[in-house]
Every structure is written in C-alpha cells, then in structure tokens.
C-alpha cells in the first residue's frame, strides 16, 4: 500500500515505542524498518512479508490510534482487559462512560486504551494525523467538545476543541503559518496530558486541572492552516486546489519549506482588519508582489476561509484571553499601537517568566493585520503572539522537547491569571 512521508514517519514513531525499531524516524522504509516490520509480524501471528500491508497496517493501527475496541464474552471481566493491555479499570471506564462496570453485556464493544501516548512528538506533523489524534483523544475522553468552525480553501476541516465549563473563556490557536506547524503538536500533546491528568484530578506543575476545568474554558483550534501545513510536509500531493499557481509561485520549486501562506497564496497573519490597507501600502518593500510563499495579505481582510474562521469563532465568543502560537525567536509579542489594557503588560511579565521568553515589539513586516493585533483593536483585551523555539523555520521536531518544557505552564496559566 501507498504510504506518505509523514505515515511512513508515524509508523517509525509508533514501532520505536513498542522497542520495535531504532533507527531514525525518517520516513523512508530502509532495511531497519522492515526488518522492524518483520519482528512485528511475527510477534503479532502475521504473515511475515517486512512490507506495510493491509493486514499490518490494521494491526499497526491500535498503536497509532491509542485504544482498540473488545467485544465483551461471558468469561470476561473489566479488570482483565486492563490487565492484559497494562491500564486500569479505572482507564476504561473514562473512554466507556454508558458502560456499567459491574456488569458488562455479552457481545457488548468496550472501548480499551493502550498504554501508547497519542500524540506523536517526534515526526513531522500533519493534517491526517491531526484528525486522526482528535477522533482518539474523543474517543479515550468523551467528555471533550469537537467540532469545526470553517473549511480551508483545499476543504479540509478546520477543528476548534474544548475542554472546561467555566466562565473564564480563553482561546489558543497554532499553524497560522504553515512552516511553523511544530506549534500544533504543542497544542496536542499538552492536551493529551492535561485530559489523562484530569480523569485523575490530579495537577501539572502545581496547576490544578480540576480547578481549571470548573472555572475556565479553554478552546483550542490546533491548525489554522491545514492546507499549508500539508504543503509543507507532504509536497503537492495531496493538494487539488490551484496546483499550477502554487508551483509557479514557489519559482516551480517542489521544496515548500518557506511556505507560509495558504494554497491562496495568502498570509494568513496578515489577513486580519488591523493596519491591513498600510500594510498593503507598503507589501511589495518586502517582496509580495502578489500571491506567494509569504508577506502577501490577500485582497481585503478576512478575504480567506481559514482567517474568516477565526474571526467568526471570535466574535461569537467572549474570550478574555487569546495567545496565538508561531516560531521562532522565543520571544512574546503583546501590544498593538497602545490598544491594549493596562492589564496586558503585567500579564506579559509573567509569561515572560513562566516561559523563559523575552517580552518584545515586532518589526515592521510583523507590525501589521495579524490575529493578535485584531483581537487587540476589536476587543481591547489581552492578545499574545507567542513565538516559540529558535532557528529557521520549519523548526525541527528535536527542539519539541525545550519548546514544551518552556511553554506548558504558560498553557495552564493563562486560562486562569
């Protein structure tokens, strides 16, 4: 079977966790892959062929997607599911909340998680396996909310999460920028461990999630940009909209690792009513000439479907809060042209502290018709841009490690401060 890049990657990452493999997660089927392949095969009483066939890939798939589904029989108990698959009761009864533990019904599905964390952090992170992560993480917690607030111009799903019931309403997103789709895994896996911690009402770094849960609501829109990420990662291959354009404005180069914008060509940070017609005054000084990798704001504001998405999801919403996640230069933006509250300097200070990361300005070419700078001059409440890792974008996955030791407490508190 036809596998991307990416996929080739995630089933590295899946078979180095289960001692499998230990070679680089390089995305290419290499003699240590298959042989890789092979030993799981024979472990798993599969036809051994070291080749990614149908009936590996579906045994493969309960690693990847974190739980399988077991068909309850008279002789079975709860407690020997968990045994076998090295979990709790307590584990399955979160993911099976109709379920009566006491008394399982013959032929019944329950749903059984592994002990294989879901997001993946070492691969290069994509649409595909976005979705895939949120059908587990709502499948394991079925308390979470899912649901999607617009479709990228390529018609991919753009997904908004929520976790908590507060009143306190806050809202993270990532990927704007298709080469910073680094900040997407962030997003994931600090959601991943703040749901498992929760389910045992326990605390992060001193953070109570119980407490966070009752009086915060956290919506996170993890991918911004789903196309461009796609871009990317993957190339054209799985792109269908404006495919001769895309490779004519990328110098007919098929390496899109500059690649901001959407398949519109447009910028997506610069899409947004905030300084966007001086912007578009000055764009051509920076290169944007017309559509492209990046610069290029688009004709109006709120021209894309991915930035309209936002904006409708904003304005629908009372936030107090939004922090908005880019690379590189570890720094924290926070201002825009004095419209922000008193509030948001202090604020600023203390992420500055939680995170390690300087409080700084934009230049010029980051001054203008970002999401941030929006939600400034629309709401006049806190807006953070937070730039995170450093180096030239894409950021590798080996910096994932530092960027969410830096950043997972900044995640906790500001949906509370």
């Not at 890049?5 to 493999?21: D, N």
């Not at 309850?72 to 709790?88: D, R």
């Not at 001054?367 to 894409?394: C, H, L, M, Q």
Request: with cysteine; charged share 20%; net charge negative.
């Amino acid at each position: 079977m036809k596998l991307s890049h990416s996929r080739i990657q995630f089933i590295q990452s899946c078979l180095k966790k289960q001692k499998y493999y230990d070679g680089l997660i390089d995305g290419i089927i290499g003699p240590k892959t298959q042989k890789a392949v092979e030993v799981f095969q024979q472990n798993n009483k599969i036809n051994v062929t070291a080749e990614f066939d149908e009936t590996t890939f579906s045994k493969l798939e309960w690693l990847m997607k974190g739980y399988d589904i077991f068909k309850v029989n008279s002789q079975n108990v709860l407690y020997e599911y968990a045994n076998k698959n090295g979990i709790t009761a307590h584990d399955i009864i979160i993911s099976n909340p109709k379920v009566n533990p006491f008394l399982l019904t013959e032929n019944e599905n329950i749903i059984v998680p592994n002990t294989n964390s879901i997001v993946p952090t070492d691969i290069n992170y994509t649409y595909e396996i976005l979705e895939e992560n949120i059908e587990s993480l709502k499948t394991l917690y079925p308390f979470i909310q899912v649901d999607i607030i617009g479709t990228s111009v390529d018609y991919r799903n753009i997904y908004r999460i929520r976790i908590g019931e507060g009143e306190n309403k806050v809202s993270y997103n990532a990927s704007h920028h298709a080469n910073e789709w680094i900040t997407t895994p962030l997003l994931m896996s600090w959601l991943e461990k703040f749901l498992r911690v929760y389910t045992l009402r326990g605390s992060i770094k001193g953070y109570s999630t119980e407490e966070i849960w009752k009086n915060s609501t956290i919506d996170i829109i993890p991918m911004v940009n789903p196309d461009g990420v796609e871009l990317v990662v993957n190339g054209l291959e799985n792109i269908t909209v404006n495919r001769d354009q895309i490779l004519e404005w990328n110098n007919y180069s098929e390496d899109f690792s500059l690649w901001k914008a959407n398949i519109n060509g447009v910028d997506l940070n610069r899409n947004y009513d905030a300084g966007f017609y001086e912007y578009k005054e000055i764009e051509e000084d920076f290169g944007a000439f017309g559509p492209g990798p990046a610069m290029f704001a688009g004709p109006y504001p709120g021209s894309e479907p991915e930035s309209r998405a936002m904006i409708e999801l904003t304005r629908s919403n009372n936030y107090r809060l939004v922090l908005a996640f880019h690379t590189q230069g570890q720094v924290i933006f926070w201002d825009y042209r004095g419209l922000q509250p008193e509030e948001s300097y202090d604020i600023a200070l203390t992420f500055s502290d939680v995170t390690g990361y300087a409080l700084d300005s934009p230049d010029l070419s980051q001054s203008f018709a970002g999401y941030k700078d929006w939600f400034i001059k629309e709401f006049r409440r806190p807006g953070y841009t937070i730039e995170v890792g450093s180096g030239v974008n894409p950021l590798p996955m080996t910096q994932f490690p530092l960027i969410y030791e830096n950043n997972e407490e900044l995640l906790l508190l500001a949906s509370i401060i």
